[in-house]
């Protein structure tokens, strides 16, 4: 990578679910691109193990939000790839189905590369490939109701299997896994509200014009 630092961008952010980093990537992308910065969304929800040798149920059932559950090498692997000036065809996740979809999406190079995900922090090899780091935090409530909104509304699921999700996995794997990686982060931000926080945002898209200058 030390060839392309200059033209080449990698932003980690990780948090806990419903912490917003999606929403503030997007963002962050949106504003770079008003600069004429080109980017995209490496997001790890596509990185995660197929099911579908599985039976159905116990897809239902399985632990989506312990680092296992992530193919980290082959993110890794794509992301070298795209680093490198190839296009890649990156996994698409169904979370109705708990498995990969059969067809890939072509994702071509571009100077900023966002990758956001629970465990962007956690992999060694994938900090080792971002240049800068971020951890987003938010209260627990906030963050469950925006993940009980979300996986309703876009993963199919009903409010009881929601629930026991939340209880059962992703409230005791973040205090496990995710959150021990706020240290790895060179900047942390605590995100309450519905409003993107303004002055981080601004901070590293101006990272970002300085870095490409």
Request: hydrophobic share 35%; net charge positive.
């Amino acid at each position: 990578m030390d060839s392309n630092k200059k033209s080449r961008f990698i932003l980690g952010i990780a948090g806990g679910s419903g912490s917003g980093k999606t929403t503030l990537a997007r963002k962050l992308i949106e504003e770079c691109r008003k600069i004429n910065i080109d980017g995209q969304l490496f997001s790890l929800d596509n990185y995660y193990q197929p099911l579908d040798h599985l039976p159905f149920e116990e897809r239902k059932a399985y632990n989506f939000d312990h680092p296992d559950a992530l193919d980290s090498s082959l993110a890794v692997r794509h992301l070298m790839e795209l680093c490198a000036g190839k296009t890649i065809q990156q996994p698409v996740y169904d979370f109705k189905i708990h498995t990969r979809e059969k067809e890939t999406v072509p994702c071509k190079p571009t100077q900023l590369i966002v990758i956001e995900g629970l465990y962007t922090l956690y992999f060694p090899k994938l900090l080792a490939l971002c240049d800068y780091k971020i951890f987003v935090s938010t209260g627990m409530v906030t963050a469950v109701l925006r993940r009980v909104q979300r996986d309703i509304t876009e993963r199919g699921r009903d409010i009881e299997g929601t629930k026991h999700q939340i209880l059962a996995t992703v409230l005791p794997m973040y205090e496990t896994y995710v959150k021990p990686t706020q240290r790895n982060a060179h900047f942390s931000i605590n995100w309450e509200g519905e409003e993107i926080p303004g002055k981080a945002t601004e901070g590293l898209v101006r990272m970002m014009r300085d870095h490409f200058r």
